[in-house]
């Protein structure tokens, strides 16, 4: 065991759970428990959702790919930072000036019906535990590396934690704990990135041509066709990771922690800022784990290339910032998953039980009481998902959440703002196709089906060729809202859509996160 790392381990938690402490004494009610009370400044949530969205997936996956893969792993840094464009320009601000709770809320305040509530409440619970199976399989990765603890025992360690933040801390605890995070992770990640370029002398031409002569894969290392070779995957992976975002329940959530729709420009076009200086790093990670680590001593200690980024930390700088850089890690992880399960758990308790079961009558502390529980059920599903899906990259896993997201949420988001003629049957048909068409493909796919035994969780042939959906899932999601539309026997409600549009672009009416 690695004692140095354990102790920054136990600092990093015994951190966090006074935090938790701390929130749990200002969570009084289900707006706070939610959104923190609408409370956040543009900075802080900013700096939250950077540490929300710089994941496991991002610190250890990324790094893995690019030192794996080279230019094919670029890829996820590219499309994970593009997708913030989306979310900018087109959702930000009108799903802010919504002012709900949920994504199910910003759905329902144009189609008020239970059908709609419930599939969207569905789709965040799909995707919330997509994603943060990758975050515990990063996770177990991490703390067997360290400490020598299985995999399986380091996923419910984690796992633990997780609930315990959510339960007791709410939005409150989440958003700090993922603000701290923020701001270790792009310490931890500087001072490896500077050391990294200071080996090629600062000469980015010098450490492209060393990198490239130290790798197994000489030249094609610095192109396209490593890992992708098949132009359809590729554009279906950038696909999945530029719209996808947009689709992301728990990430959309955390704009309805400020106060108004300025404020969450602002905390978009803060995250972007620090997102794009982290992304760009990745590339000095990934280059240095390939030119000082090596491809065969990454494999072993994670078939998947997960543990490159720590073991790069380990070779620059020794125990302590091996141990650092692990914490931090750590760090990272824990901060996600908190947020998959609070808006798994929000979705539960506030679309289907309050507004469905209750039918929008469930007091403040039955919400609060019934999130505590979903937060122990989402947490478990996660864990026992997680539990078989330990060879796989994260990165790779994340982007089928956002393959998801893509083709279930975004179509929907979209069609209810800006299209007139939507309606109740188009965002049904749309929400289900697009996430059952992902989720089918996922399961036709090369992950899951491979001939090689341990290639994949199945042995056999694949029946879909490509290894991430969105190509085909992205505009089936698109066209099955836009057919569902035109069949719908209802008729859009044109005085709720110029209600929407009105508010959506102006904020009229919304002062502060609703309290329902």
């Known amino acids: 065991m690695n004692g140095t790392a354990f102790a920054l381990f136990l600092a990093i938690v015994l951190g966090t759970l006074y935090i938790t402490y701390w929130a749990s004494k200002k969570t009084k009610n289900a707006t706070e428990f939610y959104t923190a009370g ?63 709770y949920t994504l199910a809320d910003m759905i329902s305040a144009r189609f008020d019906t239970k059908k709609v ?48 933040y959510v ?10 704990v993922q603000i701290i995070k923020a701001v270790l992770l792009m310490i931890g990640t500087f001072i490896i990135s500077m050391i990294v370029f200071g080996k090629f002398g600062f000469n980015l031409l010098n450490m492209f041509e060393e990198v490239k002569n130290s790798t197994p894969l000489k030249d094609a290392f610095l192109n396209p066709g490593v890992k992708y070779t098949n132009g359809l995957d590729t554009i279906s992976l950038t696909l999945g ?56 001593a990454i494999l072993k200690a994670d078939p998947a290339g997960n543990m490159a980024a720590p ?48 039918k929008g009558k469930a007091t403040q502390q039955e919400q ?35 393959a998801v997201g893509a083709s279930a949420n975004l179509p929907v988001i979209l069609f209810t703002i ?14 289900l196709t697009g996430l059952f068409s992902s989720l089918l493909l996922v399961a036709l796919s090369p992950n899951v089906w491979n001939p090689v035994a341990g290639k994949a969780i199945l042995i056999g042939d694949p029946i879909f060729p ?22 719908g026997n209802k008729k859009a409600d044109k005085e709720k859509y110029n209600e929407i549009l009105v508010k959506s672009n102006t904020g009229y009416g919304v002062h502060k996160a609703s309290d329902h």
């Open 311 to 358: 073991l790069l930390a380990e070779v620059l700088g020794g125990n302590f910032l091996f141990a650092f850089i692990s914490a931090v890690a750590f760090a990272t992880i824990l901060a996600v998953v908190a947020g998959l399960v609070l808006t798994g758990a929000g979705a539960f308790a506030h679309d289907f039980y309050n507004e469905i079961l209750r």
């Open 466 to 487: 490509l290894t991430t959906p969105g190509i085909v899932s992205i505009p089936l999601g698109f066209l099955a809202a836009y057919i569902g539309t035109v069949i």
């Open 38 to 100: 609408g409370g956040l400044t543009g900075f802080q949530n900013g700096l939250a959702i950077a540490g929300d969205y710089m994941s496991a997936a991002s610190f250890l996956g990324i790094a893995g790919m690019v030192a794996l893969n080279g230019f094919d792993g670029f890829f996820y840094s590219v499309g994970f930072l593009v997708g913030y464009i989306v979310v900018l320009y087109l959702v930000a601000e009108p799903l802010r000036n919504l002012g709900k």
């Open 117 to 164: 509530r419930g599939v969207a409440a569905m789709n965040t619970i799909t995707i919330s535990i997509f994603y943060m199976i990758a975050q515990l399989v990063g996770a177990g990765a991490l703390i067997k590396l360290l400490m020598g603890i299985e995999y399986t025992t380091s996923v419910l360690i984690v796992g633990a934690l997780m609930t315990i």
């Open 418 to 431: 800006y299209w007139k003629k939507f309606n109740t049957t188009g965002a049904v048909t749309g929400m």
């Open 368 to 402: 609060m009481k019934m999130a505590r529980f979903a937060a122990v059920g989402v947490s478990v599903i996660s864990i026992a998902l997680a539990l078989f899906a330990q060879k796989l990259n994260v990165a790779f896993l994340v982007s089928l959440a956002f």
């Open 241 to 296: 990771l530029v719209l996808g975002t947009a689709g992301l329940p728990h990430i959309l959530v955390r704009f309805f922690t400020v106060r108004d729709a300025k404020t969450a420009r602002k905390s978009v076009v803060t995250a972007t800022w620090i997102i794009g200086a982290f992304y760009i790093m990745t590339v000095f990670l990934g280059f240095g784990a390939a030119a000082f680590v090596g491809k065969e």
């Open 167 to 176: 339960i007791f801390g709410g939005m409150t605890a989440t958003s700090w």
